[in-house]
């Protein structure tokens, strides 16, 4: 949403952003940089912690420099700092052009070619945007987000079966301010939050033991999240327990071939992890091939690969109110769009930075270049990836209806896969038998397994919009020194047919 200035933290607005721009923008061009951008933040993370309704730890760290990356003599160079001074501010210009300067020798005596060259982006003087929140948490007193957490916690606790109870809450407001040489200087301000609660029940007789927790999702809001209407958390907590219980009692599952219903509760981690890193463009390139990994979708099967069945459309998109990863320019001053990743289930398109934009032919970075930190150089990330619902689709009970031996997995729990994204295993939350259209209680140690083509070329059925929950995570990891970046997923409710599911305890020889 654009904000008004008077929306961005004053405190922020009282750095002398401009002046420090532009002593560095000078000092880069009078070094003959070809591009120069300088990038000021401050990131403010909190964290609250609780175990059994009592406070377990407590954090809150802010992370205020700026960096300063040029194009020279064909070569990328990047510097960081703290001291808010001018004459700092163009030293730290220097050294990016002295290490371009090294970069551009390393380069030619390896004999590796490819000079460094941007894709085209318009300017944008002058622009604020401020994230989807009401209520700053950083505003609200600690005593007041503990004591809602350890309420929670005591809810949980005083339900017949719960052992133990954990909760947490993140909060980070991230506040950034963008310049360059060729006239964009955008400043910008998000705040998003991760509360989660856990319940343990233990089997004393037996020792058997199990967990569950909430599945409200991390979002970029602000306190009235937890408070006024923004989730139903009083509904969730009044039925843990209950859930838990049953799962306790619930027996294992017959390994085999079963029909699926994914809650996007679940179907959001499958997104993220077989669609989010394989379609980001530095991965198939094999960028990342020495930490984070390939991808299957190189970029010679673009607009070939059948990645899933006809009703597949996934969407890259910055833009997607209370996402993750929305912003409203990125860290490289491209403006947030919304754009097709799979059509009709085939591949059309890649996540994008402006570097990877121009080396690849396409005419325009997608905004999906950002760095965790001043001190971290701007690394193509992930944006909020997305299924679209089928625009009259149905609910999920009548996703349910239409499968006569199936499984609903509700909740994402553990994951695992392969490098280049393409063999894949997850578990959930809780799973429930799904028999003649009917639930049938639920189900312990469902894993679902399969390749990413295989899975995706399966589903047969979308809910509707009224299904559709835009869910995510706070620590996707990428690059090398590592970074940590937040995104989101939406997806409606899916079916999927013959799925390979295993019985994880038995597979551990339990």
């Not at 006809?310 to 919304?338: F, N």
């Not at 399969?450 to 990428?478: H, I």
């Amino acid at each position: 949403m654009p904000a008004a200035p008077h929306d961005l933290d004053e405190t922020f607005l009282a750095l002398p952003l401009h002046a420090l721009a532009d002593a560095a923008l000078a000092r880069a061009r009078a070094l003959g940089a070809e591009h120069a951008d300088f990038r000021l933040e401050r990131v403010r993370s909190a964290s609250w912690r609780l175990r059994d309704a009592r406070t377990s730890g407590t954090s809150d760290t802010t992370d205020l420099g700026y960096a300063v990356r040029v194009v020279h003599g064909g070569a990328w160079g990047f510097a960081s700092g703290v001291d808010l001074t001018m004459d700092a501010a163009a030293r730290v210009a220097g050294q990016a052009v002295a290490m371009a300067r090294l970069s551009a020798k390393v380069i030619e005596a390896a004999g590796s070619g490819g000079r460094v060259e941007l894709a085209a982006e318009p300017a944008y003087p002058d622009r604020t945007w401020v994230s989807a929140y009401e209520i700053d948490p950083f505003a609200v007193p600690d005593a007041e987000k503990s004591g809602l957490l350890a309420e929670w916690s005591a809810r949980l606790l005083a339900a017949p079966g719960v052992a133990h109870a954990d909760a947490s809450l993140l909060a980070v407001q991230e506040n950034k301010f963008y310049a360059d040489t060729a006239g964009t200087s955008t400043t910008q301000q998000r705040v998003r939050l991760h509360p989660q609660l856990t319940a343990v029940a233990v089997d004393p007789a037996g020792g058997d033991f199990e967990s569950m927790r909430t599945l409200a999702p991390p979002v970029g809001r602000g306190w009235e999240y937890l408070t006024d209407g923004g989730y139903d958390w009083d509904g969730e907590l009044a039925r843990l327990p209950e859930h838990l219980a049953e799962k306790m009692r619930a027996p294992g599952v017959e390994p085999g071939m079963y029909d699926l219903v994914v809650d996007p509760s679940n179907l959001w981690l499958t997104i993220h992890e077989s669609i989010g890193h394989a379609t980001e463009l530095d991965r198939a390139l094999g960028y990342e091939a020495a930490y984070a990994g390939t991808s299957f979708a190189t970029l010679d099967q673009l607009g070939k690969l059948a990645y899933g069945s006809p009703i597949m459309h996934v969407t890259g998109d910055r833009t997607a109110e209370h996402g993750l990863a929305t912003i409203g320019y990125d860290d490289e001053g491209v403006a947030a769009q919304s754009w097709d990743l799979v059509r009709e289930g085939t591949l059309v398109g890649y996540q994008l930075d402006r570097r990877m934009a121009r080396l690849t032919g396409f005419p325009r970075s997608n905004g999906c270049a950002y760095a965790d930190s001043p001190g971290h150089v701007p690394v193509q990330r992930m944006a909020n990836v997305s299924l679209r619902p089928a625009p009259d689709g149905p609910a999920t009970e009548e996703l349910i209806a239409g499968v006569e031996r199936g499984i609903y997995v509700v909740g994402d729990r553990s994951w695992s896969i392969d490098m280049q994204r393409y063999n894949f295993q997850f578990t959930q939350q809780r799973a429930y038998a799904i028999r003649n259209g009917r639930l049938a209680g639920q189900l312990r140690d469902v894993a679902y397994q399969a390749t990413t083509t295989d899975f995706w070329g399966s589903m047969t059925a979308l809910g509707g919009p009224q299904t559709y929950v835009l869910g995510g995570a706070f620590n996707c990891g990428k690059a090398q020194p590592g970074q940590v970046a937040a995104v989101s997923h939406g997806c409606p409710s899916a079916v999927f047919e013959g799925v390979n599911i295993l019985n994880t305890a038995r597979e551990a020889g339990r």
